[in-house]
């Protein structure tokens, strides 16, 4: 399998403090590769650096084999770069379906975003029968169904999700990576950052270990399961 996504030796600092530091990853195209660490650990800054939303200090990020480490955050989403933000952030005066659309900014055919419209509402029915109502005012877990489907809007062919679990009941969380696994099945590949260990080692192919800014340990999720240093220190009762 080819690496669609490649970080080499990226770092990040916010003023003097480092929050990524010497990191280098690989996820292969067709896969549902994690980041697993705790909170602080540097995982969100990690999404903003391949999105250009943070700077790097350092380091090089490519994807589909092109340098794209300079580039502007709206070209990075044009070659296929999509993304689930941490804490959902729906637009909450905007209705069901023009937060979708806003996920379609860039999109120019009006037939292809009908089609992805129903894509999202055929797995989303519940957004299908709200399409009218404003995102403010659904639940939580709704409003998780409808950052989704923002996200799949562009069709995009590299999918980070950040944090799906936040704040979810087990229930919704169970819905949410299974609808994730749905969407890996269609074809998307999916960079998933998480702190919920035992679901996402669940649908991961493979995984990484950050803490303090540094990648710590990596592996099939069997290897990461296995090592007793690991579970102690970053998955707890999780595995059991």
């Given at each position: 399998?080819?690496?669609l996504?490649?970080?080499?030796?990226?770092?990040?600092?916010y003023g003097h403090a480092d929050v990524l530091v010497d990191v280098s990853?690989?996820?292969?195209?067709?896969?549902i590769v994690c980041l697993l660490g705790a909170n602080g650990a540097g995982k969100t800054t990690l999404i903003r650096c391949v999105l250009g939303l943070t700077l790097l200090r350092g380091g090089r990020i490519f994807y589909a084999d092109h340098e794209i480490t300079h580039l502007p955050t709206h070209r990075r989403v044009a070659l296929g770069i999509g993304c689930i933000p941490e804490g959902r952030r729906v637009f909450p005066k905007l209705t069901v379906e023009e937060n979708l659309l806003a996920g379609a900014y860039q999109e120019r055919s009006w037939t292809r975003i009908r089609e992805q419209l129903e894509r999202v509402y055929t797995v989303f029915p519940?957004?299908?029968?709200?399409?009218?109502?404003?995102?403010?005012?659904?639940?939580g877990g709704e409003q998780a169904m409808l950052s989704i489907g923002r996200g799949l809007m562009r069709r995009p062919r590299l999918l980070l999700v950040d944090e799906p679990s936040l704040g979810l009941s087990p229930l919704l969380v169970r819905e949410n990576f299974r609808v994730l696994e749905e969407?890996?099945?269609?074809?998307?590949?999916?960079?998933?950052?998480?702190q919920n260990v035992r679901q996402t080692l669940r649908i991961a192919h493979y995984g990484?270990?950050?803490?303090?800014?540094?990648?710590?340990?990596?592996?099939?999720p069997e290897v990461l399961?296995?090592?007793?240093?690991?579970?102690?220190?970053?998955?707890g009762s999780a595995t059991a």
């Open positions: 399998m080819s690496a996504l490649r970080l080499e030796g990226v770092r990040a600092a990853l690989t996820v292969e195209e067709g896969r519940r957004l299908a029968e709200r399409r009218g109502q404003l995102a403010g005012t659904l639940s969407i890996h099945g269609s074809g998307v590949t999916i960079f998933l950052v998480e990484y270990v950050l803490a303090g800014g540094r990648l710590v340990a990596s592996g099939t399961r296995a090592d007793p240093a690991l579970q102690a220190a970053y998955f």
